[in-house]
């Protein structure tokens, strides 16, 4: 049975009386407030009429994809390495849309069940910071790409489009790596298909999708225009104000860096490789940022010096030092050390910074803080989750969460 909405007042049925085709309710409104109380009861529009009246689904079952469980195949992989595509994240989420509704799919008869209506709609929702795109450009134009919603902590996906072979693949790939790097918990991939299960998707029963709504973390709300890169970085030092220069150095990395997404407890750790009178304080942070990873490291040391930091005369660069620890083998107390741990999945390899960080699978004072935000990021090159690297990790140093 299919409930007709009030257009007045705001409301769903319960989603588990849809039809069997999932076809739920008609009617009521596509703004915002009526898209996001859909979406945090496991509902979606499919199409409206032509008196723009939505038709409001929940389908039985429900295709998902937890991000552990995304499989990157090794074309896709050599694909996403060697950078043939650029990927950008809300630089164009109107033309996202468009292409979707335009370009001709197998089987599609007719216009798109994205109307005019739906486009003017969820450009609504994106300005008001819970729609985004993910976008593949090819010599600077858009090939590719794909939009959906991010309530809480997991994202809905609604339609892609490429008119690049794979072009949509890379773009499903940076919003799986997003998922991972922010810790959300599962992909919303909607209706089943064999193009999404080739990808680690997988249908689930309405009754079960509900469930892992019902656990929804409100708090992880990533609300207002993500950025393109994400770089993951541990802060600490063992001297002066521990606790001081690590709040300071979180406001500086905010301003000149970019948006604090995650941050971990702060844990006491001891010194590692020398020793010294006082234990180390360090944190992990999660930033997105518009940066390149070298204008990041840029920035860190930067931000290291302001803090107090004074690094030995022998040091060559100002794009060597912060990762001087690679190849020095002494090490020093310091009031500040900002670390470049991850920048996406991206693997570098210059004489001026190694991403990721190649040591950073030995120290428990890393993986620790990280394992509490990002558990189940797996690591571009050793090809494991930092909880799994964290439960193989050889270092047993003391490392406390402080608070």
Same mark, same amino acid.
């Given at each position: 049975?299919?409930?007709?909405?009030?257009? +007045?007042?705001?409301?769903?049925?319960?989603?588990?009386?849809?039809?069997?085709?999932?076809?739920?309710?008609?009617?009521?409104?596509?703004?915002?407030?009526?898209?996001? +109380?859909?979406?945090?009861?496991?509902?979606? &529009?499919?199409?409206?009429?032509?008196?723009?009246?939505?038709?409001?689904?929940?389908?039985? &079952?429900?295709?998902?994809?937890?991000?552990?469980?995304?499989?990157?195949?090794?074309?896709?992989?050599?694909?996403?390495?060697?950078?043939?595509?650029?990927?950008?994240?809300?630089?164009?989420?109107?033309?996202?849309?468009?292409?979707?509704?335009?370009?001709?799919?197998?089987?599609?008869?007719?216009?798109?069940?994205?109307?005019?209506?739906?486009?003017?709609?969820?450009?609504?929702?994106?300005?008001?910071?819970?729609?985004?795109?993910?976008?593949?450009?090819?010599?600077?134009?858009?090939?590719?790409?794909?939009?959906?919603?991010?309530?809480?902590?997991?994202?809905?996906?609604?339609?892609?489009?490429?008119?690049?072979?794979?072009?949509?693949?890379?773009?499903?790939?940076?919003?799986?790596?997003?998922?991972?790097?922010?810790?959300?918990?599962?992909?919303?991939?909607?209706? &089943?298909?064999?193009?999404?299960?080739?990808?680690?998707?997988?249908?689930?029963?309405?009754?079960?999708?509900?469930?892992?709504?019902?656990?929804?973390?409100?708090?992880?709300?990533?609300?207002?225009?993500? %950025?393109? +890169?994400?770089?993951?970085?541990?802060?600490?030092?063992?001297?002066?104000?521990?606790?001081?220069?690590?709040?300071?150095?979180?406001?500086?990395?905010?301003?000149?860096?970019?948006?604090?997404?995650?941050?971990?407890?702060?844990?006491?750790?001891?010194?590692?490789?020398?020793?010294?009178?006082? +234990?180390?304080?360090?944190?992990?942070?999660?930033?997105?940022?518009?940066?390149?990873?070298?204008?990041?490291?840029?920035?860190?040391?930067?931000?290291? %010096?302001?803090?107090?930091?004074?690094?030995?005369?022998?040091?060559?660069? &100002?794009?060597?030092?912060?990762?001087?620890?690679?190849?020095?083998?002494?090490?020093?107390?310091?009031?500040?050390?900002?670390?470049?741990?991850?920048?996406?999945?991206?693997?570098?390899?210059?004489?001026?910074?190694?991403?990721?960080?190649?040591?950073?699978?030995?120290?428990?004072?890393?993986?620790?803080?990280?394992?509490?935000?990002?558990?189940?990021?797996?690591?571009?090159?050793?090809?494991?989750?930092?909880?799994?690297?964290?439960?193989?990790?050889?270092?047993?140093?003391?490392?406390?969460?402080?608070?």
């Amino acid at each position: 049975m299919a409930y007709l909405l009030d257009g +007045n007042q705001v409301g769903f049925p319960d989603p588990s009386l849809a039809e069997d085709d999932g076809f739920l309710a008609v009617g009521g409104s596509l703004e915002p407030l009526w898209l996001l +109380n859909a979406y945090y009861m496991g509902i979606f &529009p499919w199409y409206d009429d032509e008196e723009g009246h939505p038709y409001w689904y929940s389908l039985d &079952p429900r295709m998902v994809l937890l991000p552990t469980d995304f499989r990157c195949s090794k074309s896709l992989t050599r694909l996403l390495r060697s950078r043939r595509f650029e990927v950008r994240v809300d630089t164009c989420f109107r033309e996202v849309m468009e292409r979707c509704a335009s370009v001709p799919r197998p089987g599609q008869s007719g216009s798109s069940w994205i109307s005019r209506n739906f486009i003017d709609s969820y450009c609504r929702l994106h300005e008001e910071g819970f729609a985004h795109s993910f976008e593949t450009f090819q010599d600077g134009q858009l090939v590719g790409g794909l939009y959906g919603v991010s309530l809480c902590d997991y994202f809905s996906g609604e339609s892609m489009f490429h008119t690049v072979t794979d072009a949509s693949k890379v773009a499903f790939a940076k919003l799986v790596e997003f998922a991972e790097l922010h810790g959300f918990r599962f992909i919303d991939a909607q209706q &089943p298909t064999r193009h999404l299960e080739s990808l680690g998707a997988k249908p689930i029963p309405r009754e079960e999708f509900l469930k892992l709504l019902e656990s929804n973390d409100t708090q992880k709300s990533y609300r207002g225009r993500w %950025k393109s +890169n994400t770089v993951v970085l541990l802060i600490g030092g063992n001297q002066g104000d521990r606790i001081g220069l690590l709040v300071r150095a979180m406001i500086e990395i905010a301003n000149r860096i970019g948006v604090v997404s995650l941050a971990s407890s702060i844990y006491e750790t001891e010194p590692w490789g020398f020793e010294a009178e006082q +234990n180390f304080m360090n944190q992990a942070l999660v930033v997105d940022t518009d940066l390149s990873a070298e204008e990041v490291l840029k920035e860190a040391l930067a931000i290291e %010096k302001d803090l107090g930091r004074v690094r030995p005369s022998e040091d060559k660069s &100002p794009l060597s030092v912060l990762h001087s620890s690679f190849s020095v083998k002494k090490y020093s107390s310091r009031p500040m050390d900002i670390d470049l741990i991850f920048y996406n999945n991206a693997v570098i390899e210059t004489p001026e910074l190694q991403l990721p960080h190649p040591r950073m699978h030995l120290r428990r004072f890393v993986l620790k803080p990280l394992a509490q935000i990002i558990p189940d990021f797996k690591h571009p090159k050793l090809l494991k989750t930092i909880s799994e690297l964290l439960a193989e990790c050889p270092d047993s140093s003391d490392v406390k969460e402080y608070f």
